[in-house]
């Protein structure tokens, strides 16, 4: 289909050249008299004005016909080239994801996992249809990874960016292993990190507003500035936790029941 729209328009194009040469040759030709033969009263210099006028009204509308070819020529181009463009990008998305993938499943090099993370962050950026499956890959890489302490430097950095920036659905952590994670400023709204182990956790400033905290560890937590409205924080615990008057908590939740500290 394309090969034969491609045929038609080289087609059109050389007939509309054909054309324009037809035209000009007439113009410089017997065209001009031939229109002016059923004129009379013409003096001969009003004759050879006229004739001249009808010759330079020919070649005004070949070079406008021109112009505008020449005009839906560029633009055909630069669409192609755009298409070739989106294309080349396209490819290159799919090739960087498709390797960091592979770099986050090497069970030998922390460095190459850790490629792998900032290599993912990098094609979310780029990419945005593509982070939703970002999300959910470095989510299940944190939960299969975070399972003891010291945490891994590459499920930190997963951890990093994840919650710095806006994805769509929710980031799940459940579980995750991160007590004295460095995580203030997390914007982790809806998270879910029921049963998370964040003992300890940096969690100022942090977004958390309906978040899944039930069953999280969050004793000894920093939660000063922290939005946790409307957060789910059913069975968990928060002794030691340090908060300041900034920080914001779900509707009937008292601080000293819960053995939260102000500081």
Same mark, same amino acid.
């Given at each position: 289909m394309r090969l034969t729209l491609r045929v038609l328009g080289w087609i059109a194009v050389v007939l509309l050249?054909?054309? +324009?040469?037809?035209? !000009?040759?007439?113009?410089?030709?017997?065209?001009?008299?031939?229109? #002016?033969?059923?004129?009379?009263? /013409?003096? !001969?210099?009003?004759?050879?004005?006229?004739?001249? *006028?009808?010759?330079?009204? /020919?070649?005004?509308?070949?070079?406008?016909? /021109?112009?505008? !070819?020449?005009? !839906?020529?560029?633009?055909?181009? +630069? +669409?192609?080239?755009?298409?070739?463009?989106? #294309?080349?990008?396209?490819?290159?998305?799919?090739?960087?994801?498709?390797?960091?993938?592979?770099?986050?499943?090497?069970?030998?090099?922390? %460095?190459?996992?850790?490629?792998?993370?900032?290599?993912? *962050?990098?094609?979310?950026? *780029?990419?945005?249809?593509? %982070?939703? &499956?970002?999300?959910?890959?470095?989510?299940?890489?944190? &939960?299969?990874?975070?399972v003891s302490t010291p945490v891994p430097r590459d499920v930190i950095a997963a951890v990093s960016v994840l919650a710095a920036r806006e994805w769509p659905g929710k980031v799940d952590l459940s579980r995750a292993e991160l007590s004295g994670a460095e995580l203030g400023g997390a914007h982790l709204p809806g998270g879910i990190l029921a049963g998370a182990n964040l003992t300890g956790a940096k969690l100022n400033r942090a977004q958390l507003r309906h978040a899944d905290l039930r069953g999280a560890d969050l004793r000894e937590a920093d939660l000063r500035s922290a939005d946790l409205r409307d957060t789910v924080l059913e069975d968990a615990r928060l002794s030691g936790a340090i908060a300041d008057s900034a920080t914001r908590w779900p509707p009937g939740f008292v601080m000293a029941d819960n053995g939260v500290r102000l500081a």
């Open positions: 050249a054909a054309v +324009m040469i037809v035209i !000009v040759a007439l113009s410089f030709g017997p065209l001009p008299a031939k229109v #002016l033969s059923n004129t009379t009263g /013409l003096s !001969v210099a009003e004759r050879i004005k006229a004739e001249s *006028d009808i010759r330079t009204s /020919l070649l005004q509308a070949v070079a406008g016909t /021109l112009l505008v !070819v020449g005009a !839906v020529t560029a633009w055909r181009q +630069m +669409m192609i080239a755009r298409g070739q463009h989106r #294309l080349s990008r396209r490819t290159a998305v799919t090739e960087a994801f498709t390797k960091a993938v592979e770099q986050l499943g090497d069970a030998e090099s922390s %460095a190459l996992r850790l490629g792998g993370v900032y290599s993912l *962050d990098r094609v979310a950026a *780029d990419d945005p249809a593509e %982070a939703r &499956r970002i999300r959910e890959i470095l989510s299940a890489f944190v &939960r299969e990874r975070a």
